[in-house]
């Protein structure tokens, strides 16, 4: 018997879920310095007297301004902040105010946009998948006012998210009816909560999934007073075996896939087809959101095949392969999702606009950035990490183009590498470009701080250039 259990969760610390052996993001080497200019040297008693007053750095037109967009907080924290760098002699007094001014904030929010060179598709410490263009001006036009749940024809009421509903009925003609929920934990909660509590969900053992970060769904589907009759074994499961534990107190029968571990050699799951002729509703957890077949996922399972196949319901998440927002998906039969949608429950785990909003340009637009980046060409991503290169060795940056493995993280396509191409850096660059002012998130492989491409777009490359060369500046200017 050959069975070996493969595969790394993808949820949990930072690092993991990264490819290479002792690939993670986290790097060591020494903490950064900022880009600030560094005039060396303890300053003068005089040069700290002239350190400007705080009254007088917000009165500068330029932080005055700031204020109105970030707040007053934000603004005196990067004033405090610069202040304390003119006191240790980082910068001198008259920089003090252009300090601050470079270290405002962009926004009000404390998240930052971050370049995702870890080679991790969608990577769960940073948000899995990114929006698309489409779907981010969406989001900002959904974000004042909006008709979510008003017909403006009429000035009644209309269903709430009925765009986002009817595209991704469009995308999937075999769903009957369609309902989006906060997550695809969310949708399985929904799902049994409303078809199996107090009764029996019946599963595989080999299904009993850790989904990342100590979240197991046994834990939740028990969470909602539903049973869990286990079935089978780790590696085999037989239809046969679902078949004997199907009774009146069956709920529903569960086929979770292992989205985030491989399970191979002597192994058996029965097919879609047979679980669902067994009698009891078939509810299937596709887990990363793949609406058809993807030629290059041949094992990922979609929502249309499974549907096609007889499941009453197919459940995934937003923010896997379908490259959406954070929401989950229920796809399914015409006399049953509606029954979900209208269950109490329902409402604690509704979407906001903003959601629908980015759900449904993302089903209707163009591709999305996980799309293009699963689609990626690994010779145009050796190209770009040989013009990043020369680019970065002309300003004197140890920089070297490595062929590598990307994956697809996230709870996706375990076990599936995905030739890529990397700049390679000195191991104390993966600190520094982390905490820069555009922060780029790269992975430690063979002591060497390498800047995979394969999740950046290529119209992100000049500013990982630029990010690279500030490090090299600062470090210049410590000399
Ligand atoms: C990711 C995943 C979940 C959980 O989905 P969230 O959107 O993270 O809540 C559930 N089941 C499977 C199989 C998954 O891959």
């Known amino acids: 018997m050959d069975q070996r259990v493969t595969g790394r969760t993808t949820e949990d610390a930072p690092g993991t879920g ?60 990067a004033v405090r902040h610069a202040q304390e760098r003119a ?38 410490n940073l948000g899995r998948a990114p929006l698309s263009a489409a779907a981010r001006r969406a989001v900002q036009e959904a974000a004042g006012p909006t008709d979510v749940e008003l017909d403006l024809a009429t000035g009644t009421r209309a269903r709430r998210g009925r765009g986002a509903l009817h595209a991704l009925r469009a ?15 969310a949708a399985l909660v929904l799902a049994a909560t409303a078809l199996a509590a107090g009764r029996e969900i019946v599963v595989s053992r080999g299904e009993m999934v850790e989904i990342g970060d100590g979240f197991r769904l046994p834990d939740l589907l028990v969470s909602t007073g539903a049973r869990l009759r286990e079935v089978g074994t780790t590696n085999r499961t037989s239809a046969a075996d679902y078949a004997d534990a199907i009774g009146p107190g069956t709920g529903f029968v569960l086929k979770v896939h292992p989205s ?27 887990g990363s959101g793949l609406l058809a077949p993807h030629p290059l996922l041949p094992d990922e399972p979609d929502a249309a095949t499974e549907l096609r196949a007889g499941a009453a319901l197919v459940t995934a998440s937003g923010d896997k392969l379908l490259g959406g927002p954070q929401c989950g998906l ?9 029954a979900l949608a209208r269950h109490p429950l329902a409402r604690a785990l509704r979407v906001d606009k903003l959601t629908l909003a980015a759900l449904e340009a993302t089903l209707t637009g163009p591709a999305t950035p996980t799309a293009e980046a699963l689609r990626a060409d690994p010779r145009e991503l050796a190209h770009r990490a040989e013009r990043l290169t020369a680019t970065l060795s002309a300003a004197g940056v140890d920089a070297r183009p490595v062929a590598c493995a990307a994956t697809v993280g ?27 002012t555009v922060p780029v998130v790269g992975r430690l492989e063979g002591g060497r701080c390498l800047l995979d491409l394969r999740a950046v777009p290529p119209e992100d490359d000049e500013r990982l250039a630029g990010a690279v060369l500030a490090v090299r500046a600062a470090a210049d200017g410590e000399r």
């Open 18 to 77: 990264t490819p290479g052996a002792d690939g993670t993001p986290e790097g060591c080497g020494p903490p950064p310095t900022g880009g600030a200019p560094v005039t060396g040297g303890p300053p003068h008693l005089d040069a700290r007297r002239r350190i400007p007053r705080t009254d007088a750095l917000l009165r500068d037109p330029r932080l005055a301004e700031a204020a109105g967009r970030l707040g007053a907080e934000a603004v005196k924290a």
């Open 260 to 286: 985030n571990f491989r399970v191979t050699g002597f192994t058996h799951t029965p097919a879609t087809a047979e679980l669902a002729s067994l009698g009891a509703p078939l509810v299937v957890d596709i």
């Open 171 to 185: 995308r999937v003609p075999a769903a009957g009816a369609a309902h989006v929920v906060n997550n695809g934990a």
């Open 410 to 436: 996230g709870g996706g396509a375990p076990g599936v590498t995905l030739p890529s191409a990397a700049l390679s850096l000195p191991e104390p660059y993966a600190a520094a470009l982390r905490t820069g």
């Open 330 to 338: 229920l796809l399914g039969a015409e006399d049953l999702v509606p």
């Open 87 to 124: 006191r240790h002699g980082a910068v001198a007094p008259e920089q003090v105010a252009d300090t601050a001014v470079a270290l405002l904030p962009r926004t009000a929010g404390g998240l930052r946009p971050v370049i995702n060179a870890t080679g991790v598709l969608l990577h769960t």
